[in-house]
């Protein structure tokens, strides 16, 4: 048998492993250019140096794949099993097991745009670790003193969400963080710009987003490193993405989600104007509650006056005079209302330059608050006293069969008036602290005590440098204090 081996063999020598190895993988790269090849993805894994494996197979056979870490890393959706790829690479043989293996270079896939399912991996996974939960979600401020806005700066979104903003609340002060939306690297600079404005800590409420675009355009806010950080803001945050139709992400993870750039500052800012009527209404509504209280008084006097027959003349003399002091109190409370709205129309009128007012006009309101709290007591202890005096009239001038049984009546009568002027009191001291406190985050020395001064030449203040001549004297009023100077040089 060995001698029949050897006269096949001839004169050749035998090839080695290596050898035969070697001439199959040259046949294989001579035979195959590069091509596309579809198949469905199992025992898919990414080794530690980034490099992904997994067998590509259909119904008749299987191919071992590998994507090295420069193609792994360009792609945005995850190799999963299950999935249907097209794998765009080469056949080769891996020699040192002389298996056949496929060298993956581009990898999509089959049916859904890759953009799209990295989307729908990303939203599974993040929602599976809970950062969508509705009940972790938090309010956005009825009425923010500043405002961050995280956006591109030269951006239609900006130019919008600032004119809406200001147009709705003139006083509104904004914090623009700028960042690259579009492109690669814009979704870290995102996060960073977020994170930016938590540090900084001036405003009350983020705005994150960008006018409208393709998928691919707004592909930054569909980044893992954009949600995050957005979820770690200790500042609520408002997503403004793209168009009414467009969801991305930041959507989903965000404090609050707006249609558009537009929407977000209709929602962030309320309407100045809006808070004004609210004001004359609640005034009103007070005022004829007042109305309401009074005229349900003298009715029930009324009725008590025509029940106590003997007694006619002393229940018309107590009519008349508890008309007086209702009279005298609607007065006082008409008074008191339309010296508030004018004080705080006068405040509003005077808000550019008033800084040494504004400590007078805060004692005003307190001193307003007390007097109005003293004149409602003294007229109410007043009405009190003359109810008091007529009752003991009453009872001895009528006979007490007679008044025995109005007793009761009188004094639920005092009770409930002297709980309507007490509810009416509290409604006043409402509304004025509603303004105090309005006025107080309006006023210009909060900005002086962040390290701002308000220069002011013959006692104008100053917003342009051209209006000043060189050697003009200068006033400069700080949190504290005052400082003198003149121009010596300025630049316009």
Not at 380 to 409: K, N, W
Request: some cysteine.
């Amino acid at each position: 048998m060995q001698e029949r081996a050897e006269a096949r063999l001839g004169a050749a020598a035998p090839l080695t492993v290596s050898q035969i190895v070697r001439m199959v993988r040259e046949a294989l790269e001579l035979q195959f250019d590069s091509c596309w090849v579809v198949g469905e993805v199992s025992n898919a894994r990414q080794s530690t140096q980034g490099h992904v494996y997994f067998t590509l197979k259909d119904a008749g056979a299987a191919l071992s794949v590998v994507m090295f870490r420069s193609a792994a890393s360009r792609l945005r959706f995850q190799i999963a099993d299950g999935a249907e790829l097209l794998v765009y690479g080469r056949v080769g043989l891996f020699e040192s097991r002389g298996a056949l293996q496929f060298y993956a270079d581009e990898a999509q896939p089959r049916g859904l745009g890759a953009l799209q399912l990295a989307f729908e991996q990303l939203k599974r996974r993040l929602e599976a670790e809970g950062l969508f939960v509705q009940a972790r979600k938090r309010p956005i401020p009825f009425m923010p003193r500043t405002v961050g806005i995280v956006t591109a700066a030269g951006g239609a979104g900006l130019g919008d969400m600032l004119r809406v903003m200001l147009e709705r609340f003139p006083g509104l002060h904004v914090v623009i963080r700028p960042t690259r939306v579009q492109g690669s690297g814009a979704g870290a600079e995102i996060a960073e710009a977020i994170g930016d404005l938590n540090r900084d800590g001036r405003a009350e409420v983020i705005v994150v987003g960008r006018g409208g675009g393709s998928l691919e355009d707004l592909w930054p806010f569909n980044e893992e490193v954009v949600a995050r950080a957005i979820y770690r803001s200790a500042i609520p945050v408002v997503s403004a993405v793209g168009h009414e139709v467009d969801y991305t992400i930041a959507d989903f993870v965000a404090d609050v989600r707006a249609p558009t750039p537009t929407a977000a500052a209709h929602l962030v800012v309320p309407r100045w104007s809006d808070l004004q009527q609210e004001v004359a209404d609640s005034a009103n509504r007070l005022r004829g509650a007042g109305q309401r209280s009074l005229a349900a008084a003298r009715y029930a006097v009324g009725l008590l006056s025509t029940r106590l027959k003997p007694s006619a003349a002393l229940m018309r003399e107590l009519r008349q005079r508890f008309d007086d002091a209702g009279v005298r109190l609607e007065r006082t409370t008409a008074l008191r209302l339309g010296e508030s709205a004018r004080t705080v129309a006068a405040l509003r009128a005077r808000m550019r330059p008033p800084l040494d007012a504004i400590a007078s006009v805060r004692q005003q309101s307190a001193r307003l608050t007390l007097r109005l709290a003293h004149a409602m007591q003294l007229r109410t202890s007043s009405l009190e006293s003359v109810l008091g005096r007529l009752s003991v009239q009453l009872l001895e001038r009528a006979a007490r069969t007679v008044i025995a049984p109005q007793r009761p009546r009188v004094a639920a009568l005092a009770q409930r008036l002297g709980a309507s002027a007490e509810a009416s009191l509290v409604k006043q001291r409402s509304v004025i602290t509603g303004l105090a406190a309005a006025l107080e985050s309006l006023s210009p020395l909060r900005v002086l005590g962040r390290g701002y001064a308000v220069v002011l030449r013959e006692g104008t203040a100053v917003t342009d440098a051209s209006a000043v001549a060189l050697g003009q004297d200068l006033e400069i009023r700080l949190r504290r204090g005052k400082l003198f100077a003149r121009t010596t040089g300025r630049e316009v």
